[in-house]
């Protein structure tokens, strides 16, 4: 691979994106991502392949991680708290037989008009306030290839892991105009600082290793392109 003129300079690209920004990335290129990637290994990949993404994949970039997580907070007992603050203001409005009657009707209706969107905020952030990073780094990729292909075509355009991928992960990514990128195992700790907040989960029940988390990132890397969309690869 003497021949190849690597580019060093850092190239930011978002996720989702497209085959248009894929399709232009070298091996030897040097990138960070910035936007939505997702984690999955390889007992993810196998029910993406048997049973469907949970999630949209085009243009989503994939990292091949098994992160360690913790919990930080709990949506059912915010639920609950929220309950019963409203139940011991209820109390209170109740014993209290001289209060106005009329400020009572006009904050249990403001209550009311505000239900439906606080829980719709709930709803929409309820893992970003649950979870929060601790640990991430790259997992061995030839896990995944019984099913990277096949993943591949469903949409997704970038895959970050380590080690590189078989001939026929080659294939999909040329076919489909993907990349695959390898991150450094000594980089966690950049990783860990690039990723600003976990906005979903699926799959908890085949560990959190191997749920599907889906990340914001912010100048997530740097990662190495190692096989690009024109069938080239760092590992031949």
Known sequence: MSGNNFNFDIIDIKSPTNENISSKLKIGDIVTISGKI???RDQAHKRIVEQGSPIDLNGLAIFHAGPIIKEIDNINNISTINDDSNNSNSSSNNSN???NNNSNNNSNSNNNSNNDSKNEFQSENEHKHQYEMVVIGPTTSMRMN????DVLDMGAKIIIGKG???DKTLEAIKRNKAVYLVATGGCAALYVDAVKDISNVHWLDLGMPEAIWELNVEKFGPLIVAMDSEGNSLFK
């Open 38 to 40: 997702i984690t999955a």
């Open 97 to 99: 037989n001289n209060s």
């Open 146 to 149: 019984p099913y990277e292909s």
């Open 164 to 166: 590189g991928m078989d």
